[in-house]
């Protein structure tokens, strides 16, 4: 790439032709002030407090939206700058009510750090006292437009990142303000609650409701780690206080969203209203009641080792991670070989025997086919990739019933039995992109394989860990009726296991391990408490075959055991040799997964 060469505070850098000077500056460690800039959204200069001097130039120019030249000569922090950004900070500070004692966002607030940093100590400028509204109508988040300054950050998110288009301005001048839809009430508009316009929020106009005063960042622990609510993993930073989760964000530098969450991953584990299982139950004559580790691990054991293999039962969630499931395989199928074992949720039908493409392929595509597949309810941050894509001009066709989310967004929808006029379509494309998962019948796989030397393909994969659990052979088929002992480990996936119930023996010895109580726990023999998602470390294998890295974000709760550590005792206590070192098995099971 073509470099250019220019000179920053007296500094001589070289940037790439087309760089701006904010980013050319941020490369090389100067420091520009910005208010509306964000580093995942295109610049648009509304702010003015990155303004910078440039040789030649009559006026102050913005850094965010001016591209560096050969020979360009900048200054960034000259006494007429200084005065000029104080001047815009005291505009913006008297345009709305900004006491920051009340606000929730101080200490967080990148306009109070501004205000700091430039020494600003009382109003200027009398102060707008206008009130303006409070929109609480939404369930996770709140609009307060008298915290606004119009930097728009919240409308470009949701244009640019999700593509719901949900937020827009109206009214102008000092009147102006954020709207939802055509001014609707916010928890009644078309938002898809993925939080977005929350975390790129520069002051407290939009927030968190959970998280509200539980105070600013540098008081809490933040965790990097990966989310585990589909088969995507997102990259999150997890914030902490005590022994809560306050907030969950989604990590700019994320290799699979880059920055982008849904609502199962930023808001849905905050929320889970479902009762924790925090220590071991046996079944008595007086029903379910507490018990050691010890008594509930030896309970299992003494049904386990006085019964056959092939009558003993396997069942997991995709929930589990690696490390996890590679100890199920190594327990069940390798020591004890029981043939018996199954998935929760099943996979994508196997197109070609390794991955052809990845996410990042979808924003490259001319054409995107999505057959037997609904990213809008099953991986919605692959759905804004989508969505973003058919924005700047991509074509979408979807082959699946009338009921897939992205039916209203595609040029053409077809049913699964036309698939080939889809592939007839994507020949003629210049980089088609095909999406498909389990929906996708054998029939349209063979004529998706005619585009095989053409198109990028990437499985969207049901459930969580469901390419790990394939590749360790725990998708061979279940048949609860034939075990005597079934050995069921759910995670923290919702299932009452009522299909299940009414095919299982009657005198079957039932053990599930879970992390929350539900109707099948409540039916079982032995219950054994697994820590969840923030509570256990590990990785994960994503849709498109990253191995991502889970890590703990708080200990866990009650008597409750990672399902890796429960599945090692377990061992131990059947006389079984197999790695129980985290480090080992994260070795073996990623040796396995290549």
Known sequence: MEKVNITINGRKISAPAGTTVLRAAQDAGIDIPTLCNHPALAPIGVCRVCLVEVKG??????????????????????????????????????????????????GNCELQNLGYRYGLDHWVYPTYNKPFPIDAT????????????????????????????????????????????????????????????????????IFDKRSAYMGPDKKMDHVQSTCTQCSLGCSTKVFTRGDLVVRVDGDWDGAVNGGRLCKKGRFDPLNDERKRLTRPLIRGRGGLGPASWE????????????????????????????????????????????????????????????????????????????????????????????KGAVDKGSRLIVVDGKDNGLAP?????????????????????????????????????????KLQTKAAFVALEPGVNTRAAAAFGLQNGFQPQAAKVLYLMLGEQ????????????????????????????????????????????????????????INRALEPRGEAKPDLEIISLLANKLGKKIATSLDEISARAAQELK
């Open 57 to 106: 130039m009559p006026a102050f120019q913005p850094a965010c939206t001016s591209l560096v030249t050969e020979g360009m000569e900048v200054q960034t922090e000259t006494p007429p700058l200084v005065e000029a950004r104080k001047f815009i900070l005291d505009m913006l500070f008297s345009e709305r009510n900004h006491f920051c004692m009340y606000c929730e966002m101080s």
């Open 138 to 205: 939404h369930q996770h988040l709140l609009l307060e437009h008298n915290r606004c300054v119009l930097c728009r950050r919240c409308i470009r998110s949701c244009a640019e990142l999700t593509a719901n288009h949900t937020l827009d301005m109206r009214r102008r001048g000092i009147e102006s303000m954020v709207q939802a839809d055509t001014n609707v009430p916010f928890g009644d508009s078309s938002c898809i609650s993925c939080g977005g316009c929350a975390q790129v929020c520069p002051t407290g106009a």
């Open 295 to 386: 008594e509930a691990l030896q309970a299992v054991v003494e049904r386990m080792s006085g019964a056959r293999a092939q009558d003993i039962g396997v069942l997991t969630s995709s929930r589990l991670t690696n490390e996890a499931l590679y100890q199920v395989k190594q327990l069940f199928r390798q020591e004890m070989k029981v043939t018996n074992l199954g998935l929760l949720n099943g996979g994508a039908p196997k197109v070609f025997e390794k991955a052809q493409g990845s996410l990042a392929d979808i924003s490259k595509g001319d054409l995107i086919l999505v057959v037997g597949a609904d990213p809008v309810k099953d991986q919605p941050v692959a759905s804004y990739l989508v």
């Open 409 to 449: 967004f595609a040029h053409q929808r077809l049913e699964m039995a036309e698939a080939d006029k889809a592939v007839d379509t994507a020949q003629r494309a210049t980089r088609p992109v095909v999406l498909y998962g389990p929906g996708l019948t054998e029939k349209a796989a063979n004529s998706l394989r």
């Open 494 to 549: 919702r299932w009452d296991g009522e299909d299940l119930l009414k095919q299982a023996a009657k005198d079957a010895f039932i053990v599930v391990q879970a992390g929350y109580e539900s109707s099948l726990t409540q039916q079982a023999d032995v219950v054994l408490p697994a820590a969840i998602w923030s509570e256990q470390a590990g990785s994960l294998t994503n849709t498109e075959g990253r191995l991502l890295k």
